[in-house]
């Protein structure tokens, strides 16, 4: 009987099975319908691609001052890139630029502490930043205070505006979202119908609606004495139409908790603010990430209605630049820069919200 | 016990009452003055009459009237607040009083003057019905495009003037109605029709959006009536003036020969007509609360009526509209200003 001692030595596996070949294999070319869907849509791509390529980087105009610098075989991107600072800034005097910076770089820095998990001193820095912050920057970007000259707030605009209104209306809309959340489902009658009231008539009225009775009819019925700022009037629009939309979203995640949760946190003894605030309220605001971050998209989206009522924000601005008689016909360009911002907003609030949700995975998910 | 009827009325009252207080206070001019700024109403962004240029200054036609305006009251041309409105909050704007101005291409109406509360100062720019054409057609008057395709923006009153000045002139034409005005200029570059027609003003904005501009050329005639000026509330006849005559000096110097160039040297002019312009003597700013340079300072720091047309929307501009209609009197147009005496 022959009997082997040694062990087979390890082979590699075999050609067909691995590396980029057996990959394209297994999942572009299966068969003949699948070869043929893939041939297709490369065919597509190609097509798409190659003019976009060739028109926004091989052919584009990058360097210059005016319209002549463009030759129009190509993106003419020295559009975007004189008017780079007002698509920023908005129309804020130039040499007061120094005091946005400040605000963007504190934002920046705020978030990018509380973003990162190493960093320490979380309760501080974020008690710093619902407080103290909202109030620096608007000195800062305001002025009228410490000798430093009045910038009003019709000359905010640009990114930085859209900014401001979206960070306001998420900060602001989140707790008022929890709030209302909390009274749809209490058993006090007042509160509730209010709270059922509120959330109705918010949701039932577009966006666009609140920000045309804030701006067109609200000055009517105030005396001109108690006319209130249009950028705060905005604000205030966005932040409770959006709060109504939150208090959904985070009453569908209340809803999603078992009620034994609640009834053996009060058998511990604990009260109703703590049963909310310790047991209640931190598994729904975990489950309801993906709500509440698709909440705060869509309210990043939005703030571009401002426009309407003729406040500069980055869309605004940019048609604002459209319609300067140097620059006509640049509008594909423009478009395509503020998409361009948009997205990178947007997407690393999405990218963000998926690392919470990996962050805070204890099994909850089925 | 109040019902629900007497809290109505008494709602009512106070908020008569407040707006009552309101307008017996209103003195523009004080408010101005005390503010240090005039509060000007402008387009959110039309070519030649209003727009932000790369430095965020705002420059147009409609601009130069409040900079006209903030330069005969406090001396400062740039002593303005653009408000940025779009075409519906413009007269909420100027009623409620977040406006002083409102120069904002609006067209001047009877109805617009009589029911609204508003009045009109006089006319900045008289736009109308143009035609735009492809000059390989060798056509020089709209009275030769009988029979032409014409392409045309729809739900427009444009459609409507069009085919009345056909009409009346007894001439056929085709009809290609578009959305967008981008798709017009669309139509019309990719050989649809011959013509293009929208608001003159709006046709050299869309000109200069074509592959090549210089191969299209604007029609002399304008066929409806487009009168657009600055706009004020009712009830204040001191600011009315002031903004009235800010644009009538303007017109007055392009008339008499005076630029922000050679003002200086005008000032020792002996003609009269030129001295009391320019304050040399009588006082006619006194009557409207203004110093005696108002108009100096008007001429100095925006200039006349003419460099103004040319820099924003004329032949210094990207835009390159023909003075035509609003030429002087004196040189065949129709834009005319009392005298400053």
């Known amino acids: 009987m022959i009997h082997n001692q040694d062990m087979i030595p390890q082979q590699p596996a075999p050609r067909s099975t691995i590396g980029p070949l057996a990959w394209m294999r297994a999942n572009l070319f299966s068969g003949p319908i699948n070869s043929v869907f893939t041939l297709l849509g490369l065919y597509v791509l190609y097509l798409l691609l190659v003019p976009t390529i060739q028109w926004a980087f091989i052919n584009a105009d990058w360097i210059g001052t005016s319209r002549d610098d463009c030759s129009g075989e190509g ?159 905005a604000l205030i629009g966005i932040t409770l139409f959006q709060s109504a939309y939150m208090a959904e979203v985070i009453r569908g995640g209340l809803q999603a908790i078992p009620k034994g949760q609640e009834e053996a946190a009060a058998a511990l003894g604990m009260t109703y603010w703590k049963r909310t605030a310790l047991i209640v309220m931190p598994q729904t ?58 997205w990178i907003f947007c997407f690393s609030m999405s990218r963000y919200s998926q690392y919470l949700e990996r962050k805070l995975h204890t099994g909850h998910k089925r | 016990m109040l019902n629900k009827k007497h809290w109505v009325l008494l709602a009512s009252a106070g908020s008569l009452a407040l707006t009552g207080m309101t307008t017996a206070q209103a003195d523009t001019l004080e408010d101005t003055r005390s503010n240090g700024a005039v509060q000007c109403g402008v387009s959110d962004g039309l070519p030649g ?89 060798g056509v020089g008057s709209a009275k030769e495009l009988d029979g032409a395709a014409i392409c045309v923006q729809s739900g427009t009153t444009t459609e409507l003037n069009v085919a009345d000045y056909f009409r009346a002139n007894d001439m056929q034409f085709d009809p290609i109605v578009f959305d967008t005005s981008e798709q017009t200029v669309g139509g019309y570059q990719a050989g649809r029709c011959d013509v293009l027609t929208s608001d003159t003003s709006q046709l050299a904005a869309l000109r200069i959006q074509l592959d090549n501009p210089k191969g299209s050329m604007i029609l002399p005639e304008i066929i409806s009536k487009e009168p657009l000026g600055p706009v004020v509330r009712q009830g204040d006849d001191t600011w009315f003036n002031i903004v009235k005559w800010s644009l009538f000096a303007m017109i007055n110097a392009e008339e008499y020969g005076l630029n922000s160039a050679n003002v200086d040297d005008m000032l020792s002019s002996e003609d009269p007509n030129i001295a009391r312009i320019l304050g040399q003597g009588d006082n006619y700013g006194e009557a409207m609360g203004l110093e005696a340079d108002w108009a100096y300072n008007i001429i100095k720091q925006v200039g006349n009526y003419g460099e103004s047309f040319d820099r924003n929307v004329g032949m210094d501009s990207p835009l390159e509209i023909e003075r035509g209609v609003n030429a002087l009197w004196t040189e065949g147009g129709i834009q005319y200003a009392p005298p400053i005496r």
């Open chain 1, 285 to 342: 605001l975990k489950m309801m990430i993906p709500g509440i971050v698709n909440t705060f998209i869509s309210l990043f989206k939005d703030t571009t209605l401002v426009m309407i009522i003729g406040l500069f924000d980055l869309l605004g601005i940019v048609q604002a630049a459209l319609s300067d008689s140097r620059w006509l016909g640049f509008s594909l360009e423009g478009y395509v820069f503020a998409a361009f911002m948009f």
């Open chain 1, 75 to 233: 993106a003419c991107w020295v559009f975007v890139n004189a008017r780079f600072t007002q698509f920023i800034y908005g129309l804020y005097p130039r040499e007061e630029l120094w005091r946005g910076n400040i605000v963007f770089a504190g934002f920046a820095i705020l978030i990018a502490w509380l973003a990162i998990p190493r960093l320490p001193y979380k309760r501080w820095v974020a008690i710093f930043a619902l407080t103290a912050f909202p109030v620096i920057a608007y000195v800062l970007l305001h002025g009228g205070y410490f000798d430093l000259p009045r910038v009003p707030t019709h000359r905010w605009g640009g990114l930085m505006l859209t900014l401001i209104l979206a960070v306001v209306g998420m900060v602001g809309a989140l707790p008022i979202g929890i709030v209302l959340a909390l009274g749809r489902r209490s058993n006090m009658p007042i509160v509730k119908s209010f709270c059922v009231v509120f959330i109705e008539f918010w949701r039932g009225v577009p966006l666009i609606t609140v920000l045309f009775m804030a701006s067109v009819m609200l000055p009517l019925f105030l005396p001109s004495e108690l006319s209130v700022d249009r950028l705060i009037r």
């Open chain 2, 49 to 137: 009459f209003s727009s932000p240029d790369d430095q965020g200054n705002w420059q147009g036609l409609d601009v130069d009237v409040c900079r006209a305006v903030a330069a005969a009251v406090l001396g400062d041309s740039e002593a303005v607040d653009y408000i940025s409105l779009n075409a519906v909050e413009r007269f909420t704007a100027l009623q409620s009083g977040e406006v002083d101005v409102l120069s904002r291409n609006t067209t001047w109406t009877t109805t617009r003057d009589t029911t609204l509360g508003l009045n009109f100062t006089g006319v900045s720019f008289y736009d109308g019905i143009g035609f735009m054409i492809n000059r390989d057609l």
